[in-house]
């Protein structure tokens, strides 16, 4: 999926993508685990799926060791989802543990499929993974 780099940033920085997550998409290590959450909203948006794949903890839920099938699971959300907004509510920052609580503003079908999270983050070897997410009521 082409996103126009010059565009505002789906993250809600307010500043350009090619000036923000995409540096992230780029190779640059997030510094904390809220510019990762804030990047990988962004992956799903532009459709990086690679960059979803290799910021998740291989003991998320959802990580598999079948990379291809994965990968065309993400496309299959990536494709059928209006991922519209992202509104950041907490974030507790940690040396090697954090957590961000957000909600995403989605659509599929036309449908409102919105959701509150509060994830958990880790931080491997120097790198912030995307350990696991806890839905709230909203």
């Known amino acids: 999926m082409a996103y126009n780099e010059h565009s505002s940033c789906p993250c809600g920085s307010k500043k350009s993508y090619i000036n923000c997550c995409k540096v992230f998409h780029s190779g640059k290590n997030p510094e904390t685990a809220l510019e990762l959450m804030k990047s990988r909203f962004t992956a799903f948006v532009v459709g990086n799926i ?10 998320n839920i959802e990580y598999s060791s079948d990379k291809s099938k994965w990968r065309d699971d993400i496309e299959d959300v990536v494709n059928s989802t209006d991922f519209n907004t992202l509104e ?3 974030f507790i920052d940690g040396e090697e543990e ?11 079908k036309g449908l409102d499929v919105s959701f509150t999270e ?6 491997i070897d120097g790198k912030w993974l995307y350990r696991s997410g806890e839905f709230l009521d909203d």
């Open 50 to 59: 690679d960059y979803i794949i290799n910021t998740t903890h291989e003991d």
């Open 88 to 90: 950041i509510i907490e």
């Open 118 to 123: 509060k994830s958990k983050f880790l931080k």
């Open 98 to 108: 954090s957590y961000v609580t957000f909600r995403l503003g989605l659509k599929q």
